[in-house]
């Protein structure tokens, strides 16, 4: 399945475009990098995947919009996979990528 082209356009006007912030085809999607570390994704599979640290994962986690991000069998620990109906209003995504943005850039830069 190919990821939501739509829903990765609405990415891009919510990161600010800079040196810093790269897009790069991966496991079925579309991952947005910031400062060479994966902040989020739109996923092949529907929603985002979101890197939201391990500090923050359990409290993200709901049934209802955000799941744990299984890679495989084994869970992702930091992330969570955000369902494409908790994206649909934009102040929603723009909660989720703003959280994917902060951790990103909390890491060391990769160069």
């Known amino acids: 399945m190919a990821y939501d082209e739509e829903l990765a356009d609405r990415i891009r006007d919510l ?3 800079g040196p810093a912030v790269t897009e790069r085809r991966m496991f079925g999607g579309l991952s947005f990098m910031v400062d060479g570390n994966m902040a989020l994704a739109v996923s092949g599979e529907g929603g985002l995947l979101v890197r939201v640290g391990s500090d ?3 409290r993200l986690v709901d049934h209802d919009s955000a799941h744990p991000a299984m890679m495989g069998e084994r869970e992702m620990t930091g ?6 109906s908790s994206v649909e209003d934009d102040a929603d995504l723009r909660a989720w990528v703003t959280r994917g943005v902060e951790f990103a850039r909390s890491l060391p830069q990769k160069s």
Request: no cysteine; aromatic share 8%; hydrophobic share 50%.
């Open 15 to 17: 990161i600010e475009p």
């Open 56 to 58: 923050l994962h359990d």
């Open 79 to 84: 992330w969570v996979r955000v369902t494409a």
